[in-house]
Structures are given as C-alpha cells and as structure tokens.
C-alpha cells in the first residue's frame, strides 16, 4: 500500500525534478532583485505564482487566502532578496517565507475554512491515465488533508513539489529527524484511511 500511496501521490502531483540550471537562473534573477531590478522581479513572480498556488491551495484550501499569501511572500521577496545567502536553493528560501505567511495568515482565521481543491487541478501524465487518476487523486486528497499540519506540510511538499527532506526541514524550520518522523507518521495514516476506504 505505501508504494500505491507514494505513486499515486507522485502521479497526482505531476512531479518533475527542476533542473539544476533553472535555480541558478532564479539565483541570478534573485541577485538583480535585490538591486531593484522590477523585470527580475516579474520574472520571478510569474514563475513561482503556479507553484505556490498549488503548494499554499493544498495547505489552506481558500482561494482567497492563497492570492493574499503570495502577494505578502512576494513582497517579502522584493524588499528582502538581498538576504538571501545561497545556502539553500531559491525555492526553498521562497517556499519557506510562503509557509510562514501562511501559519500566520491561518492563526488570524476563527471559522474553518472550506475546501476549495477544483481551484488547483492536477496535471497527469496522459490522458489514458486521467480517469483512474482522478479517482485517486481524490481519494489521496481526502486522506490529506485529514493529517495534522505538520505532516500535511511534509507530504504536500514531497510528493507534490519534489523537495527532499532537507529542504522540507529548512522551510518547516525543524531538524531533518523531525520530518522524517513526520512523514512516516503521515505514511502510516494514509495507508490506514485508504485501507479503511477500500474494505467500505
């Protein structure tokens, strides 16, 4: 069952390992950010607007709060890309300021937030494989977004933007141990939600 999770999550997620070139393209762009540079912004802008979409859609299901998260790490961006110091990729610098607005924006929100997943649909690898998965992805859905938010953060980033637990470790700003007890704690209840689903 864990292979079937972990495939089923990569396949849903429409992963793809970004290429070295790309980050030293976003570092170059980052660099020229930080000296005011608005078209390096732009650039950067409508590059990782689709991610953090996806990423911050997955992790608050409110279209509103998402559009509101961006535009407040965006501009963190702007005003601080100059701190930034290579020792981490682009990504996961920006991934990680997304997250912390996020937690913030979150903590000032009192009714539960509905879910908005149609708002952020999936890319598969052809269409033959559509219909079966949809269906998973829905199921694999569900079964997400039940985890706590730490462990939701865990596999949200995993699966659906191919981070190592490094880079996980960094933007969640815990030890690599920790995630990696994350993850095997949201493993373990993925499997028993989509064992449950399936003797139903």
């Known amino acids: 069952m864990q292979q079937t999770i972990a495939g089923g999550l990569a396949s849903a997620a429409g992963a793809r390992p970004g290429p070295a070139r790309a980050d030293t393209e976003e570092a170059r762009w980052l660099a020229q950010v930080a000296q005011g540079n608005r078209q390096a912004f732009e650039r950067l802008y409508r590059g990782y607007f ?3 979409a996806r990423f911050l859609g997955r992790m608050t299901h409110s279209a ?3 559009e509101e998260i961006i535009n407040d790490t965006m501009l963190v961006v702007w005003r601080r890309a100059g701190s930034y110091d290579g020792s981490s990729k682009v990504s996961t610098w920006v991934f990680g300021i997304a997250w912390r607005k996020a937690k913030k924006a979150l903590s000032m929100v009192d009714e539960p937030v509905a879910s ?3 708002a ?3 890319e598969f690898p052809s269409p033959e494989q559509r219909a079966l998965a949809d269906q998973l ?4 859905a569900a079964a997400v977004e039940s985890l706590p938010w730490p462990q939701r953060l865990a596999v949200v980033l995993t699966y659906f933007h191919g981070m190592d637990y490094a880079e996980i470790a960094d933007i969640a700003e815990c030890p690599v141990g920790t995630v990696k007890t994350r993850m095997f704690h949201a493993r373990r209840r993925l499997k028993e939600l989509l ?6």
């Open 50 to 52: 689709p991610r953090l």
């Open 64 to 66: 509103p709060l998402v």
């Open 116 to 118: 908005d997943d149609a």
């Open 120 to 122: 952020y649909p999936d």
């Open 137 to 140: 992805a829905r199921r694999l």
């Open 195 to 200: 064992a449950g689903e399936e003797e139903e």
